[in-house]
Antibody, heavy 123, light 108 residues
Framework: QITLKESGPTLVKPSQTLTLTCTFS??????????VGWIRQPPGKALEWLAL???????RYSPSLKNRISITKDTSKNQVVLTMTNMDPGDTATYYC???????????????WGQGTLVTVSS | DMQMTQSPSSVSASVGDRVTITCRAS??????LAWYQQKPGKAPRLLIY???NLQSGVPSRFSGSGSGTEFTLTISSLQPEDFATYYC??????????FGQGTRLEIK
């Protein structure tokens, strides 16, 4: 059974750096075809994809945020970490991590999601 | 930039109704499309992948169709638990992964 859980601060100040950790079980992020992504959702608004890391350490970023975010993985700890710099109140959102099996048919489809963690940016 | 546009933004329907939600891509994405259901306070749930494939455990009243730039999600006979917000997602990472703006399905 695959599970993912996000952890990190619930409140950050403007201009600070946010570090979120996705801890998972039931799969290895080094297995061929596996990817883990981060998606966020501001209160009452739509989902926004942020970043993705593949089993081979290839990475993809949202163009609108690529100068502020980075994604890394720690295979031994079963964790994927998202870092976002220069946080702004507009970054207030629920942040989700999600699992994907990547193939030529479904590409990157997020089949299992974490419960999400609400991050508020305020002074 | 790749854009995914859903219509309608919201729809009211009754239990037992047939409902169709449309998602249009700004450029062809072949069949690289997924549909998700999200209930308030919960994470999204994958319903359909590769435009028309039903995810394991999802009721057969949900179906997806389309290719290229136009896609539909159909719920054949609405059940009370189907009232939620639905999102489409372009699943090819080139150039980027993009979600639609969501369609809120409400009880009439």
């Amino acid at each position: 059974q695959i599970t993912l859980k996000e952890s990190g601060p619930t409140l950050v100040k403007p201009s600070q750096t946010l570090t979120l950790t996705c801890t998972f079980s039931g799969f290895s992020v080094s297995t061929n075809g596996v990817a883990v992504g981060w998606i966020r959702q501001p209160p009452g608004k739509a989902l926004e994809w942020l970043a993705l890391i593949y089993w081979d350490d290839d990475k993809r970023y949202s163009p609108s945020l690529k100068n502020r975010i980075s994604i890394t993985k720690d295979t031994s700890k079963n964790q994927v970490v998202l870092t976002m710099t220069n946080m702004d109140p507009g970054d207030t959102a629920t942040y989700y991590c999600a699992h994907s099996l990547v193939d030529v048919v479904s590409a990157v489809t997020f089949d299992i999601w974490g419960q999400g963690t609400l991050v508020t940016v305020s002074s | 930039d790749m854009q995914m546009t859903q219509s309608p933004s919201s729809v009211s329907a009754s239990v037992g109704d047939r409902v169709t939600i449309t998602c249009r891509a700004s450029q062809s994405i072949s069949s690289w499309l997924a549909w998700y259901q999200q209930k308030p306070g919960k994470a999204p749930r994958l319903l359909i992948y590769a435009a028309s494939n039903l995810q394991s455990g999802v009721p057969s009243r949900f179906s997806g169709s389309g290719s290229g730039t136009e896609f539909t999600l159909t719920i054949s006979s609405l059940q009370p638990e189907d009232f939620a917000t639905y999102y489409c997602q372009q699943t090819n990472t080139f150039p980027v992964i993009t979600f639609g703006q969501g369609t809120r399905l409400e009880i009439k």
